[in-house]
């Protein structure tokens, strides 16, 4: 399963540093109820945030790559 297909619940408690990444761009994905059942590409969509721009930002923030 790629970043793309992790809940956001999941995401954050792999790469906490994510939290950050979601602050700045101002989306609430931080402590939204929605967390534990929106993945990472359905956020983007929602936000209108390029995908790959929120990959590459969160990958960049956790030091990794998937």
């Known amino acids: 399963m790629g970043i793309r297909d992790r809940t956001i619940e999941e995401l954050l408690a792999e790469r906490p540093a994510a939290a950050h990444v979601f602050l ?9 109820g929605m967390s534990r ?13 390029p995908e ?3 990959v590459a930002d969160i990958e960049r923030a956790a030091g990794t790559h998937s």
């Open 24 to 32: 700045r761009r101002k989306m609430a994905c931080v402590g939204c």
């Open 37 to 49: 059942f929106d993945t990472l590409g359905e956020a983007a969509r929602i936000y209108g945030v």
């Open 52 to 54: 790959a721009e929120l």
